[in-house]
Nanobody
Framework: VQLVESGGGLVQPGGSLRLSCTAS????????MAWYRQTPGNERELVAR????????NYADSVKGRFTISLDSAEKSAYLQMNSLKPEDTAVYYC????????????WGQGTQVTVSS
């Protein structure tokens, strides 16, 4: 099972981007899916997480009201709609998830670059 991301790129301040992440392979069901981001020299930080079973969502304070995490109907793809982007949102964004089950491993996508610049 792997997570495959798409949707990064260059956007002007105030613009929007949508990131996609799909769990591929022998996926039974996902426990949660999340987005993290990382800038050079800094630790990876949680941006948004959704618990698949009860749809509980958490956002980093810095993105509340601007970013929205969602799932597709099969609940094996996650999206991050990013609006009102700021230069400080520039980072490599990583998809993260875990399948339902006992001691299932953390899964990570390959990362996608988001650059917010005029």
């Amino acid at each position: 099972v792997q997570l495959v991301e798409s949707g990064g790129g260059l956007v002007q301040p105030g613009g929007s981007l949508r990131l996609s992440c799909t769990a591929s392979g022998a996926v039974f069901a996902m426990n949660f899916m999340a987005w993290y981001r990382q800038t050079p020299g800094n630790e990876r930080e949680l941006v948004a997480r959704i618990i698949v079973g009860n749809k509980t969502i958490n956002y980093a304070d810095s993105v509340k009201g601007r970013f929205t995490i969602s799932l597709d109907s099969a609940e094996k793809s996650a999206y991050l709609q990013m609006n009102s982007l700021k230069p400080e949102d520039t980072a490599v964004y990583y998809c993260n998830g875990r399948q339902l089950g006992y001691r299932t491993p953390d899964l990570w996508g390959q990362g996608t670059q988001v650059t917010v610049s005029s």
